[in-house]
């Protein structure tokens, strides 16, 4: 069960979404039509794959991000944000004209939220300028379908030379991700993710769907507060890695915090079942304090299963 660091840091680069999240906190998320007024407020940087790079650093990794911003002023508060974070942000490309992504979040005092995003206008698709050959210096990559050209190419350029690869699967139109997952190594599912790539089919059903797509080595689904569905080549049925039980404070980003770790973890060289294990303690940690766990509270956390 070791996660201890390597000394030298492990690098991940993780291509795909950044969003500006304004967090409301309510009582309770009222159906329309409504008014409702919020407890308390934040600004703050989220996207899967942002969040995951906050991830990989503040768990002893590092991190590239490689994205797009438009050149307006929440561009630059994303890129200043992500740089604080100690996030590599010389390929976050700033395109000229385009509006960045926003995020209204919702967050009731059970920590459950309601988020309505819009995904930013005149981001150009185009991977073209996407440094392919920095690949060659990391130790895995993680993409997520909200820039599925970028993804696309990156993870046909990291498969090429052998390196690790991870997809956030999360919600999203189902070419998307049926074009994707083939191309990836380890595809990690929400639940509503895998119920859109598998058409409504069981988890199980579309789980085996997508492990038998492509040259995959592992499909998981993340539920929450429940346990994590995985399987491997050769399983007939899914295996469970348990949720680590913790009071939730604020859900928002425990699915981001997940792919970042397992995405470190592979980098370390870390084996499947211990990279499930690391991520589900930081996804746990996430929820419980609504923040970004280090590294030394997700062994603490996994310190206590071999203590039980
Ligand atoms: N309430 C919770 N208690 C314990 N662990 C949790 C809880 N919520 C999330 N986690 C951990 O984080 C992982 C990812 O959470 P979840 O399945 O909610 O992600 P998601 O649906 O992708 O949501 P998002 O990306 O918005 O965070 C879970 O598999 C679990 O390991
Ligand atoms: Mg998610």
Redesign the pocket.
């Known amino acids: 069960m070791d996660s201890t660091p390597p000394r030298k840091p492990a690098t991940v680069i993780c291509c795909g979404q950044v969003v500006l999240d304004h967090t409301f906190r309510v009582d309770e998320v009222q159906a329309p039509p409504s008014k409702t007024t919020a407890r308390g407020y934040n600004l703050g940087i989220g996207g ?1 794959g942002a969040h995951a790079a906050i991830a990989v650093v503040r768990l002893g990794g590092r991190a590239l991000f490689w994205g797009r911003v438009g050149d307006d002023e929440a561009g630059a508060a994303q890129a200043e944000a992500l740089d604080a974070e100690g996030v590599d942000v010389t390929h976050l490309r700033r395109i000229p004209g385009a509006h960045s992504a926003l995020s209204a979040v919702i967050v009731d005092k059970m920590g459950e939220r309601a988020i309505v995003t819009y995904r930013g206008d005149g981001l150009s698709p185009d991977p073209s300028w996407l440094p392919l050959d920095l690949l060659a210096e990391a130790g895995a990559v993680l993409t997520d379908p909200r820039w599925p050209e970028g993804s696309h190419v990156v993870l046909d350029a990291a498969a090429a030379i052998g390196l690790p690869t991870v997809l956030d699967a ?1 919600k999203s139109e189902a070419r998307i991700l049926r074009d994707l997952v083939p191309r990836v190594g380890h595809a990690i599912f ?2 509503t993710g895998l119920s859109v790539f598998g058409g409504g089919a069981p988890p199980r059903e579309s789980l085996r769907r997508a492990l038998a797509s492509g040259p995959l080595k592992m499909v998981a689904v ?4 429940d346990s ?1 569905l995985w399987m491997v080549p050769g399983d007939d049925k899914p295996r469970e890695m348990p ?4 009071q ?1 404070t604020n ?6 915090v ?1 792919h970042g770790a397992y995405a470190l973890a592979m980098a370390e060289g870390q084996g499947i079942e211990a990279a499930l294990r690391f ?2 303690a930081a ?2 940690l ?2 419980r304090d609504g923040a970004t766990p280090d590294r030394a509270m997700v062994e603490a956390l996994i310190g206590t299963l071999i203590a039980a």
């Not at 993340?222 to 507060?225: A, I, L, Q």
């Not at 949720?243 to 913790?246: Q, R």
């Not at 859900?251 to 981001?256: C, K, M, Q, R, W």
């Open positions: 899967m999360e929400a639940a993340t539920r929450g507060e994590t949720a680590f039980p913790v939730a859900t928002t980003g425990a699915g981001d997940f991520a589900s996804g746990a996430r929820a």
